[in-house]
């Protein structure tokens, strides 16, 4: 099955809310990203975590990962409208070099102005 | 720096019809990926080259599905012949190996659409 699985599948909030994304995942990783993809367009990297980090910051994102539930969140703060996309999570398993990055199925979330 | 460009954005075919994708990822990228989206589902891992190797395709479907990375640059994806379920929005995505962090750049997608 896939790795990174999102939760909600989507979430609908009001401008200036947090929201906050939740992703869980299978094996043990080397580390685990968060993408978001605006419709119609590729998916962007956002922020990534590696598995001996806890809590990491960038500007209005907060992602933390536990490694013992193998699960990740991801918190925006004071939501905007033009954050209106799907999240994606992503993992980079532990694989001896081998690098391949699986997703899920993504959070749609709505910001509504 | 140029992106990762995929052609077409988007095609249109019959059933039965031969469709070829392209990915041209950033230069000096040797990891380059393929994903499907269909309908809002996940995004499924098609396959993985590092330079002109298939690392992995355990993603692809059948045997329908072609995937070639001449000279590890520019790769192409061939549907041949196309169904039906084949429809959805194919990704490319590509990185350097060996940075520690395997930080995909994606392109923007060729939108399927099978009839």
């Known amino acids: 099955s896939q790795q990174g699985e999102e939760d909600p599948q989507a979430l609908s909030i009001q401008e200036g809310e947090n929201a906050t994304m939740n992703c869980s995942y299978k094996?043990?990783?080397?580390?685990l990203q968060w993408y978001r993809q605006n419709s119609g367009r590729g998916l962007v990297h956002l922020i990534l975590?590696?598995?001996?980090?806890r809590e990491k910051h960038s500007g209005r994102l907060r992602v933390t990962l536990d490694t013992s539930k193998k699960s990740s969140s991801l918190l925006i703060t004071a939501s905007r409208a033009a954050d209106t996309a799907s999240y994606f999570c992503?993992?980079?398993?532990?694989?001896?070099?081998?690098?391949?990055?699986?997703f899920g199925t993504g959070t749609k979330l709505q910001v509504i102005p | 720096e140029a992106g990762v460009t995929q052609f077409p954005s988007h095609s249109v075919i019959e059933k039965g019809q031969t469709v070829t994708l392209r990915c041209d990822p950033i230069?000096?990228?040797?990891?380059l990926y393929w994903y499907r989206r269909v309908m809002g589902k996940e995004i499924k891992f098609l396959l993985h080259?590092?330079?002109?190797?298939?690392?992995?395709e355990s993603g692809m479907p059948n045997n329908r599905f072609l995937a070639e990375r001449t000279g590890g640059t520019y790769s192409t994806l061939k549907v041949q012949p196309a169904e039906l379920e084949d429809s959805g929005v194919y990704f490319c995505?590509?990185?350097?190996?060996?940075?520690?962090?395997?930080?995909?750049?994606f392109g923007a997608g060729s939108r399927l659409t099978v009839l």
């Open positions: 995505a590509s990185s350097q190996v060996g940075t520690g962090a395997n930080v995909l750049t």
């Open positions: 094996t043990s990783i080397n580390n």
């Open positions: 975590i590696r598995s001996n980090e």
């Open positions: 992503a993992t980079d398993p532990i694989s001896g070099g081998y690098q391949k990055v699986t």
């Open positions: 230069s000096g990228h040797d990891n």
């Open positions: 080259f590092v330079k002109e190797s298939k690392q992995d």
